[in-house]
């Protein structure tokens, strides 16, 4: 199976200039574990994850003033539409992250996460009678 089989294609794009608070209410309300940051200013793509905003609360930074930008990834490891499963899996546990962003000719065109391969992967809960 291909990570384009997995992956979500509806995604949230938020921009550096969001504060925590805001991306975390998106991602909430979304019921999304990771946001694409798109900073044109920065380079590009960068990602956001659920994990960045319970670290920097954790360490007792306030949601309302700390934006995305300082607490986004940049250094983000992309997968291919093409790539299989496997290819994604190895490399978020090479990486140690649960989310990949997908690109197409350098276009984000969806994300992949451990729990899109684990649905895909394991087979489908079926109700046992009692």
């Known amino acids: 199976m291909l990570v384009r089989d997995a992956m979500s294609t509806v995604v ?25 940051v798109h900073d044109p200013d920065a380079g590009g793509i960068g990602i956001l994850t659920e994990r960045d905003v319970l670290n920097s609360v954790g360490l007792g930074e306030s949601p309302d003033s700390e934006h995305v930008h300082a607490h986004t990834t940049t250094d983000v490891v992309f997968a291919a539409p093409t790539w299989t499963l ?3 899996a190895r490399a978020m546990a090479h990486g140690g992250f ?7 000719r350098d276009e984000p065109v969806g994300i992949v996460s451990v729990r899109d391969i684990i649905r895909c992967w394991a087979p489908a809960r079926q109700h046992v009678p009692a």
């Open 98 to 104: 649960r989310h990949l962003i997908v690109l197409d």
């Open 86 to 88: 496997e290819e994604a």
């Open 12 to 36: 949230l794009t938020i921009g550096p200039t969001h504060t925590l608070r805001q991306a975390a209410a998106l991602m909430s309300a979304r019921r999304v574990g990771a946001a694409i």
